[in-house]
């Protein structure tokens, strides 16, 4: 969606979007899109810089970093934008970033195009490892069976001889500490 900025009254204005996955142009390899994502437009026009608020809600496809399991999850993300007309000022010297500085950034045209907004959100989103549940058993690192699903033959075997001395450490400063 692309919003007009010149033409926006004073106030607060709310748009709403529904957005296709194949409109946001997304990799396909880690993860996939269930349907579309909805998202909420609240922008703020005071003076020279427009606060928008952007509330969005999708669900993903992804893949557990434990079991290897395909599980759905439903996000919910909220951003906030301060947009400024124009390119931003030159840097005459080096200061420290503000909360401002961070949020802040500068439209060239008087026309904002939200689709790389909600991009980027659904990008930042992902989980680096994406858990199908808090207490996902993963896989037996022997056979490769699904602990979620199945008990295996390996599980509860005596442990590798080569890991008993460090055991044994961990007994010792468990019970001294």
């Known amino acids: 969606m692309k919003i007009d900025l010149k033409n926006l009254k004073p106030g607060i204005t709310e748009f709403w979007e529904r957005v296709e996955p ?6 396909q390899e880690e993860f996939r899109m269930v349907g579309p994502l909805e998202a909420t437009h609240r922008l703020r026009k005071g003076g020279k810089t427009l606060e928008l608020r952007v509330t969005t809600v999708y669900t ?6 434990r079991c ?3 599980f759905q999850r439903e996000f919910r993300e909220e951003n906030l934008y301060l947009i400024q007309i124009g390119t931003p ?8 970033l503000t909360t401002e500085d961070i ?4 439209v060239p045209i008087e026309e904002l195009d939200t689709l790389p907004l909600l ?3 659904v990008l930042l989103s992902i989980p680096m490892k994406p858990l199908c549940k808090p207490d996902c058993k993963g896989l ?12 295996c033959e390996h599980q509860g075997k005596p442990m590798d001889p080569r890991w008993l001395k460090l055991l044994e450490i961990k ?3 468990a019970s001294s500490g």
């Open 140 to 151: 037996c690192p022997v056979c490769g069976a699904n602990l979620n699903r199945e008990q």
């Open 103 to 106: 949020l802040l950034f500068f």
């Open 60 to 65: 993903l496809e992804l893949t557990c970093a």
């Open 171 to 173: 007994d010792k400063l």
């Open 89 to 96: 000022p030159p840097e005459t010297e080096e200061r420290a």
């Open 68 to 70: 290897l399991e395909r």
């Open 119 to 121: 991009r980027e959100t």
């Open 22 to 27: 194949q409109e946001l142009d997304l990799p």
